[in-house]
T-cell receptor
Framework: ETGVTQTPRHLVMGMTNKKSLKCEQH?????MYWYKQSAKKPLELMFV???????ENNSVPSRFSPECPNSSHLFLHLHTLQPEDSALYLC??????????????FGPGTRLLVL | GIQVEQSPPDLILQEGANSTLRCNFS?????LQWFHQNPWGQLINLFY?????KQNGRLSATTVATERYSLLYISSSQTTDSGVYFC???????????WGAGTKLIIKP
């Protein structure tokens, strides 16, 4: 148990569906992250939020839409996805957003399959 | 940007064996972390080690920053050590972690 939870754990959706992934951290952290992990590839950082404000969008397609209503919750809204978007989506949090070596704590991930 | 290379990509060992995993990086870093991802996808931070040596039970890590590599040692391996081990680094001016491709470790009983 890392203090970061994600729901759902598994999701199957068609290309025309709309769904949302949810992440919640119980650590009192200020920064939250969305990562995509595809088979045989390094983790890809998608979005970063610091004190609810988006600080990073790594050229992610607009069919992925993040939302951070407060420092404890992070959502990833999905619509009109493509089969190549099938992957493990990981949420993480850290105390702050700094260059001094912030340890990131990860949720268990949502395994997404797009048909 | 910084390149991170991990070796070996795959490692299969018998329970009780020792192993050494390596992470090479192409430029100076101020942040280096080792993570373990279990077969169900959960990532756990093992060490924050931009330089020096740390130990935690059967695991230890050493980073030689001047030579741009880090080593993760696992002694007396157990089946629960199976999974993928990732090295991730960060630069002075950037909070983003740059991830290696991982070493997949399988411990056979």
């Amino acid at each position: 148990e890392t203090g970061v939870t994600q729901t759902p754990r598994h999701l199957v959706m068609g290309m025309t569906n709309k769904k949302s992934l949810k992440c919640e951290q119980h650590l009192g952290h200020n920064a939250m992250y969305w990562y995509k992990q595809s088979a045989k590839k390094p983790l890809e950082l998608m979005f970063v939020y610091n004190f609810k404000e988006q600080t990073e969008n790594n050229s992610v397609p607009s069919r992925f839409s993040p939302e951070c209503p407060n420092s404890s919750h992070l959502f990833l809204h999905l619509h009109t996805l493509q089969p190549e978007d099938s992957a493990l989506y990981l949420c993480a949090s850290s105390q702050n957003l700094g260059t001094g070596g912030e340890t990131q704590y990860f949720g268990p991930g949502t395994r997404l399959l797009v048909l | 940007g910084i390149q991170v290379e991990q070796s070996p990509p795959d490692l299969i060992l018998q329970e009780g064996a020792n192993s050494t995993l390596r992470c090479n990086f192409s430029d100076s870093v101020n942040n280096l972390q080792w993570f373990h991802q279990n077969p169900w996808g959960q990532l756990i931070n093992l060490f924050y080690i931009p330089s020096g040596t740390k130990q935690n039970g059967r695991l230890s890590a050493t980073t030689v920053a001047t030579e741009r590599y880090s080593l993760l040692y696992i002694s007396s391996s157990q089946t629960t050590d199976s999974g993928v081990y990732f090295c991730a680094v960060g630069e002075d001016s950037n909070y983003q972690l740059i991830w290696g491709a991982g070493t997949k470790l399988i411990i056979k009983p």
